[in-house]
Structure formats: structure tokens, C-alpha cells
């Protein structure tokens, strides 16, 4: 504790013999003995001089929490949940709605990490909860383990990235992309809603190839399945290659999803445990 206190022999003064000295403390007043160091002198009792260090680390914690909320404030303003959706957890949701869809999502969200992969949340129209199970992840992983998510409509971002390609752009495509391939958690609401055109494919692959190859996991709602049937029109049918699970070149580009299937309601969760 003579370090801790500043009681200890400085370097300059190691081997050399040191008398000791009255002091008053500078913090109480009382009077204690320390080393004669001169101006180097302690100025502090070992009371005041432990008060005097415990003041320190307790700025130096509070400076870390504030820190810690500067910075988690800042992920809530930027992950741009729609007002809808800010309120909604596992909590206060009705679980008898889609069980299956619910437990691989709640699943997703309480084992949260870099390995969790892509959840793709499917159902056939809308109104049928896949949003508000995706908001559900996003506000659990926002805040509750204060990570940093983004949460887009697939077609807002075509239309910002197509938005830069106009003089009047005021922001680049390189940073609107940036945004979603480098975020911890995205979620793409309602992807393949636009007809499919070559430029859609490569943007949808530019943005999901890149997040597979980064670890950074991804969710995605949307009305069309990821391999529908024969006559059925599937989510690689909307967006090309791209689509999370769809095959490339007669092998698939990444593990297959595993479905919990339920009233035309599907939660596909790459790498889940049967």
C-alpha cells in the first residue's frame, strides 16, 4: 500500500539513505511523518491520500459510464427503428402468436453474437408479425446488450443508393453502403418488394456477401420463401443470387437455413440446432 499511497521511495532515491520529516496534510490537516523527498515529499496522510485515490478511480468510472451512455445514445439514433416499433420486445408481445416464427427469434436474440448468421423472416402477405419479431431482436440487441443496429426498409435503401447517382446527391454510394455492411446487427424489412433488374441482384449481393464474409448478422423479412415450389415464386426469384441460402453456380454460397414453418409463416435461421 506505500505505492498506492505515494509512500513508497521514488527511483532517483533508491539506495540512498532518506530522513524522515513532520508534515501537515494538505487534505485534513493533522499531522503525519513522511520521507524527506523535498518538494517530491508526500503531502497527503495515508487516510487522505486513499480518499484522494478512491475520488480519482470513482471520476475515472464515471467518465467510463458517461462514455458508455454517450455512446449508447448515439447507437439509438442511429439505428433508425420506425416510432412502430420502438416499444415492442419478447416481453410484451403475445407469444401464442406464430410460436415457432417466435422461439427461433427470441432464440436468435437471447444468443446474440458474431456466429448468430442470417434470420430470414417469411410470410406470405402482410400483417402477419415478421416485423414486429425483427423489431423485437433489434430493440433486444440495442437495448439490452447496448450493440449497434440499423434497421432499414429494403426499398428506402435502393432508393438512397440510387439517389447518389443523381448531381444533387448529397451523400456517396460508398457511405450509404458502408453503413449496412460494416453495422453489428442489420435488419432489411420487406426485401424483394421491387421487380428484379440486374442492378437490384448486385446491390443485394454487394450487401449480403460481404456481411456472410464479415460475421455480421443479418435479418431479413419478406413476403416470398427462399425456394418456393415448382410454380411458386421465391425470394431468389426477387432478388437474384444474392438471396440468403440461394444456390450459386450449382452449390450454395453459404449453410442452407433450417424453417419453423407454421400457418404460412416461416423463421429461417441459418446454423440453427435442430
Given at each position: 500500500?506505500?505505492?498506492r499511497r505515494g509512500g513508497g521511495l521514488l527511483p532517483a532515491f533508491q539506495g540512498v539513505k532518506v530522513?524522515?520529516?513532520k508534515?501537515?496534510?494538505q487534505g485534513c490537516g493533522d499531522e503525519f511523518e513522511a520521507y524527506d523527498f523535498g518538494k517530491h515529499s508526500r503531502r497527503y496522510c495515508d487516510k487522505c491520500a486513499e480518499a484522494k485515490i478512491a475520488e480519482e478511480e470513482e471520476k475515472q468510472r464515471q467518465a467510463g459510464v458517461a462514455l458508455a451512455e454517450a455512446r449508447y445514445r448515439e447507437f439509438?439514433?442511429?439505428?433508425?427503428?420506425p416510432k412502430l416499433w420502438r416499444e415492442v420486445t419478447f416481453e410484451n408481445s403475445d407469444t401464442n402468436l406464430n410460436k415457432a416464427a417466435f422461439r427461433v427469434a427470441k432464440r436468435y436474440a437471447d444468443n446474440f453474437s458474431a456466429e448468430s448468421?442470417?434470420?430470414v423472416l417469411y410470410s406470405q402477405g402482410y400483417g402477419c408479425g415478421k416485423t414486429h419479431l425483427a423489431a423485437c431482436v433489434a430493440n433486444h440487441v440495442l437495448h439490452q446488450l447496448r450493440r449497434p443496429v440499423l434497421f432499414k426498409k429494403a426499398r428506402d435503401l435502393l432508393l438512397e443508393i440510387r439517389s447518389t447517382f443523381s448531381e444533387r446527391g448529397t451523400e456517396t454510394e460508398a457511405h450509404i453502403l458502408d453503413q449496412v455492411l460494416s453495422v453489428e446487427l442489420l435488419i432489411?424489412?420487406?426485401v424483394g418488394v421491387d421487380n428484379p433488374s440486374l442492378w437490384i441482384e448486385s446491390t443485394y449481393w454487394t450487401v449480403f456477401d460481404r456481411r456472410v464474409e464479415w460475421q455480421l448478422p443479418t435479418i431479413v423479412t419478406a413476403n416470398y420463401p427462399l425456394e418456393g415450389e415448382a410454380d411458386e415464386v421465391s425470394l431468389g426469384d426477387r432478388i437474384g443470387y444474392g438471396a440468403p441460402g440461394a444456390p450459386y453456380g450449382g452449390a450454395r454460397a453459404r449453410p442452407p437455413p433450417l424453417a419453423a414453418r407454421m400457418a404460412g409463416f416461416s423463421a429461417s435461421l441459418h446454423n440453427e440446432p435442430p
Open positions: 500500500n506505500q505505492g530522513g524522515k520529516v508534515k501537515n496534510c439509438v439514433a442511429q439505428a433508425r427503428i448468421g442470417t434470420l432489411l424489412d420487406d
